[in-house]
């Protein structure tokens, strides 16, 4: 095609070209400069030659270093240190965030022991990854989650209720009591249904970033937008996590990936995970701008979190990395016993020399903003809240029987109408083998 016909065809709109990625990497051309000292292969355009020949030996690199902000005294390491500009106030309400997971967590679990639910996983190591994170995100910002996130819930304003109406899969589940326990989701704060196969949610984390810097790009008004994605470092071994960064890197998303580095996936300690400098070290390799936090530390987490939503907001979009490190001090979940692949004393060791709970406590009560009388009332009280709202989410109604057949696709098929039929001709047929009384209207419900 001439010149002249390009001219003619209409140019891209505006907003179109600006999205590509506005990292520019090369200057006026690709073609190598005689006696150049650097590579313009376009496949690496800044690579030096040279005529050592060395392979990178990652065990000669030194391990990437972990942001911490007090020590696990709940000491301040910077004494002269700016404040966290934030209030007193909030801090205490992280505090009780946390320690409200951290009850419903031992309640539920036990509950389910006792063969109450079906299932349960606790976050206990790991609130403050969840409390600290979502902290420094607006309602608006969408979330991904895997299912040990449940303080980021807290944070955002699930209630005691909401959490029940889940576990216990209840008419006032929002999720119609279809899924497992603990894949909680809402609709505002945004936060996508959890699901279990793992990994999935990291490219679709990218897409709805995509999503939303073509939003701002059609709608400049609109306040900016990002999405944060929380992972294991067992899902990090996924394929998905792989296409998951580089779409984010390659399309400049504002995306925040928090990857939990707790030690395990189930059984498989992460020696047998990865022999990488853990999940970190991957964001460099996708051109990602990329930190490892100390989990433990709720100011920490906060605090990269912040400046992470900042960066992942700068030149209309750029994703960036959070591996956040910490210990899975419970079992995987209540279908694991997780002593019969690690010591005992390894996991009470943990316990006792570092948690994100109890070194925010330290903190609060060496600024005298806490104390064992508040922390026993405060204990008290979550514990009769979460005691009552099970109490009334067990008791409560599951959904109708027809909710079991809507939804799976946007309208009811002919096909699903006849098993309606089908199952309510079985139910009539059979009444002493079915009790109906504890869904929502009974045999009307369907
Ligand atoms: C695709 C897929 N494979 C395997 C599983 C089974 N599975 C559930 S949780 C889990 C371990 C995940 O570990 P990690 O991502 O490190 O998170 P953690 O449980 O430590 O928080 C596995 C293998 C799954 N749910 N989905």
């Given at each position: 095609m001439s010149l002249n016909l390009l001219a003619r065809l209409p140019r891209p709109a505006r907003s179109q070209r600006t999205l590509l990625p506005s990292v520019k990497r090369w200057g006026s051309s690709i073609s190598q400069r005689p006696g150049s000292d650097r590579v313009r292969f376009p496949g690496a355009v800044n690579s030096k030659f040279t005529t050592q020949m060395s392979f990178i030996n990652p065990l000669e690199t030194s391990s990437i270093p972990t942001y911490r902000v007090m020590n696990s005294d709940g000491?301040?390491?910077?004494?002269?240190r700016k404040s966290l500009n934030v209030s007193n106030d909030e801090i205490l309400t992280w505090y009780k965030n946390m320690l409200t997971v951290s009850v419903m967590d031992v309640i539920m679990f036990e509950a389910q022991r006792q063969g109450r639910l079906s299932f349960y996983m606790v976050s206990a190591g790991e609130e403050g990854i969840s409390v600290g994170s979502a902290a420094a995100l607006t309602p608006d910002d969408v979330v991904f989650a895997q299912y040990r996130e449940t303080g980021v819930f807290q944070q955002r304003g699930f209630t005691l209720k909401d959490f029940m109406s889940q576990l216990f899969a209840n008419r006032n589940d929002n999720g119609r009591g279809r899924n497992m326990p603990v894949h909680y989701g809402s609709n505002y704060p945004r936060t996508h249904t959890i699901s279990s196969p793992l990994a999935t949610q990291i490219p679709q984390a990218s897409g709805a970033a995509y999503a939303l810097k073509l939003q701002a790009l059609q709608n400049p008004d609109t306040p900016p937008r990002i999405v944060a994605c929380y992972f294991g470092e067992g899902a990090a071994s996924e394929g998905d996590f792989h296409a998951g960064l580089n779409i984010a890197a390659t399309r400049s998303c504002p995306v925040v990936f928090i990857c939990r580095n707790n030690g395990y996936a189930i059984s498989t300690p992460t020696l047998e995970q990865y022999r990488g400098d853990g999940i970190a070290s991957r964001g460099v390799g996708y051109g990602i701008d990329t930190i490892r936090v100390d989990g433990n530390d709720i100011f920490a987490v906060y605090e990269a979190m912040r400046e992470a939503r900042r960066i992942a907001l700068t030149d209309g979009g750029r994703p960036v990395l959070i591996e956040a490190m910490s210990y899975r001090v419970s079992h995987h979940s209540t279908s694991d016993d997780s002593f019969a692949y690690r010591a005992r004393v390894e996991v009470e060791d943990w316990k006792r020399r570092d948690n994100p709970i109890i070194r925010l406590r330290k903190w609060l009560e060496n600024e005298g903003l806490w104390n064992e009388d508040l922390e026993q009332e405060t204990r008290d009280q979550l514990r009769k809240a979460v005691l009552k709202e099970f109490g009334d989410a067990e008791r409560e109604k599951k959904p109708p029987i027809r909710a079991a057949f809507e939804d799976v696709y946007d309208e009811l098929t002919e096909e699903a109408q006849e098993q309606m039929k089908e199952l309510k001709r079985i139910l009539e047929t059979y009444p002493d083998e079915y009790d109906l009384r504890q869904y929502e209207d009974g045999i009307k419900g369907l």
């Open positions: 000491v301040m390491l910077e004494k002269d």
